[in-house]
């Protein structure tokens, strides 16, 4: 059977770090839970996903700690009558996992069940920061930022008690042995009495908060001290020690319980290259036999310690072992990367074998692998080379990348491949073999997508070749060989339907990669709307996929950036917009409304008497028009009666 300890393991201070704890007592199964929060559990035998569960307010309250439920032990206690043993024992059948969160509940998940078993809220006001369980009690024990230790009654989901516990950030608690007092820490370590809920002792802990409380040894089971442990909850742990580790800390201090003592430093510290983020000890079965500490670093790698405590140590314990899991480096550069690359330990959980045994679990956080390793066969500096579990275990062989161009007919047209449609022959008339050339560069294909070139080289006339939809098949090729000038060909398409269909059927090893390129290009090209489309018929048609990623948000980082810096302004825009098409309209409107006056008038009246004077007025201004004439015809009547006179 492994060594368990009913608490959480922890480090919520540093994002990066994932949460996990191996299952009681053989530690079969590793509980994760990933910064999405999604709880997986994982087969340490196997190495299979068994169960995996999404809460529903995942997004909005995320895991920040979480811990196994005590172990299912048959107990020959005399049943009582109430109705809550009935309640105790129906909770203790299952396998229980208690999450804390960043919005202040507490989640208790059934593996029996594989579902959510009931919710505890109410308690804190902040994210809970650890947990821990007491077996005799039926309870559960939670820490939070908003400076409060709460003991839930789990079997009813209320809170039983709750006090004040720091006056900042309560980081981390531990259940003493007995049962009967807690460790809690924020930057100081104090020691509680659960009955009464008073410090009984503190000690100085470290600069930083203080993340890790963890006993190293256990009382003696003897009747003494079973006496003296029912009058007083001190005696169960005085001489007791246990260790802390903090953040940004090299360094785990180790303390010894004495509530007469006024020394309240540390007895002994242990070395390490950086901050803990994750801790396990082996007991030891016997007073005189060394105790084993296991602490997975920051960096991934693992520090082994073995000691005897037994007083005060004036230097810092150095590791007597140190692991690291690394790939195995290519020799030749076309096969892979031929320098080798770490692969991070994510947890360590020692096992009471004969020998000491350790179980590690490594990788990259996408797919964990597990592995036993005795203790006994470690050196000073060990490295395993293991595959990476994260990539994929299938290789290449060396002629699959050659490239063989088919052979074609004289008398055959070369489409572009993708799906062939057959086009019906106009009129009823047969088509005239059309010749072609024997091979048509990826350049002359492109032509024939080209809505302005639409014939191929070599064909008769301008008959319109059969279309076969193959733009889909142009923008893998592109993709895959990061070709620019098809990629630029392809992406210079608007038509809606066209694009839709391209993105549906493209693979799916590809969604990725077109949307680095479309993101790319929106980076390159602002205000594009033809790039716009392509992201947009991406985004609807693979949103499924896309989720299923893990590392989508890394990839549609630069994406939210440039989408929040281009929609900064769009307020500004459209109030200046709305600004000026007012002035506009009002402007336009105020010319619309301007009185157009008419020469002519809207209504004259002539009266013939008025007219007549007026004539006669004009005629003394002016003079008649036609005065000149009539004064010459006057003048040749008055000669005529002259001449006429003196003839007779």
């Not at 709305?578 to 008419?598: I, N, P, R």
Request: hydrophobic residues 35%; aromatic residues 4%.
């Amino acid at each position: 059977a492994c060594a368990h300890h009913h608490t959480c393991r922890k480090m919520a201070t540093n994002s990066a770090e994932r949460l996990c704890e191996f299952s009681p007592p053989s530690s079969a199964c590793l509980a994760r839970a990933g910064a999405d929060g999604r709880l997986q559990l994982w087969d340490t035998g196997s190495g299979a996903l068994r169960q995996e569960f999404t809460p529903s307010a995942h997004l909005s309250a995320t895991c920040s700690c979480l811990a196994w439920g005590p172990l299912r032990e048959a107990r020959n206690e005399h049943k009582k009558r109430k109705r809550k043993s009935d309640q105790l024992s129906a909770l203790s059948s299952l396998d229980i996992i208690a999450m804390g969160t960043t919005a202040g509940t507490v989640l208790l998940y059934s593996v029996v069940k594989g579902d959510l078993q009931t919710q505890l809220s109410g308690g804190h006001d902040d994210v809970v920061n650890c947990l821990c369980w007491h077996a005799e009690r039926n309870a559960l024990f939670s820490c939070s930022d908003d400076q409060h230790i709460v003991e839930w009654m789990v079997t009813t989901g209320q809170v039983k008690c709750k006090w004040k516990a720091d006056r900042g950030a309560v980081q981390s608690i531990c259940l003493c042995p007995g049962g009967r007092t807690l460790l809690s820490a924020g930057r100081t370590i104090k020691l509680w009495d659960l009955d009464k809920r008073e410090v009984l002792t503190h000690f100085t802990g470290h600069a930083s908060l203080v993340t890790t409380l963890l006993f190293v040894t256990v009382p003696t089971p003897t009747a003494n001290s079973n006496r003296k442990s029912l009058s007083s909850p001190d005696a169960s742990v005085e001489g007791l020690y246990f260790l802390s580790g903090a953040v940004h800390d090299r360094l785990m201090n180790a303390w010894q319980i004495k509530l007469k003592s006024k020394e309240k430093t540390a007895v002994v510290s242990f070395s390490l290259t950086e901050e803990p983020s994750y801790v396990d000890v082996l007991r030891p079965r016997q007073k005189d036999q060394p105790a084993h500490l296991a602490v997975v670093t920051k960096s991934g790698e693992l520090h082994m310690f073995k000691f005897i405590l037994n007083g005060r140590g004036k230097k810092p314990l150095t590791p007597q072992h140190t692991i690291q899991v690394a790939t195995q480096g290519d020799s030749t550069p076309t096969q892979g990367d031929p320098t080798p690359t770490p692969i991070p330990i994510i947890a360590a959980q020692f096992c009471a074998d004969a020998d000491p045994t350790l179980l590690i679990a490594y990788g990259t956080g996408i797919r964990p692998a597990f592995e036993r390793i005795n203790c006994s066969t470690l050196e000073k500096h060990t490295c395993l080379i293991r595959a990476d579990p994260g990539r994929s275990s299938i290789s290449l062989e060396e002629d699959v990348g050659k490239v063989k161009t088919p052979g074609t007919a004289q008398e055959v047209t070369v489409l572009a491949p993708g799906h062939m449609a057959h086009a019906a022959a106009p009129g009823g008339k047969k088509s005239k073999k059309r010749t072609t050339p024997k091979h048509l560069s990826i350049q002359e294909r492109l032509d024939v997508l080209s809505p302005d070139q639409g014939v191929l080289p070599g064909v008769a006339g301008g008959e319109d070749p059969p279309r076969a939809d193959s733009l889909s098949v142009l923008l893998t090729q592109g993709l895959q060989s990061e070709d620019a000038d098809i990629l630029q060909r392809v992406f210079s398409s608007a038509n809606d339907t066209l694009i839709r269909n391209t993105v549906q059927r493209i693979p799916l090893s590809l969604v990725l990669p077109l949307l680095k390129e479309v993101t790319r290009r929106m980076h390159g090209r602002a205000g594009s709307g033809m790039t716009v489309q392509w992201l947009r018929a991406v985004l609807e048609t693979h949103t499924s996929y896309l989720m299923t990623c893990p590392d989508v948000m890394s990839n549609l980082g630069s994406l939210y950036e440039l989408l929040d810096s281009r929609v900064a302004t769009f307020s500004k825009l459209s109030r200046l917009q709305g600004k000026l098409k007012l002035v506009l309209s009002q402007a336009t409107t105020k010319e619309d409304q301007q009185w157009k006056f008419s020469s002519k008038p809207l209504l004259s009246y002539r009266d013939e008497s008025s007219d007549e004077q007026d004539e006669a007025m004009e005629d003394l201004l002016h003079g008649h028009p036609d005065s000149d004439e009539d004064w010459e015809e006057m003048s040749d009547m008055e000669a005529q009666e002259q001449d006429g006179e003196q003839q007779g």
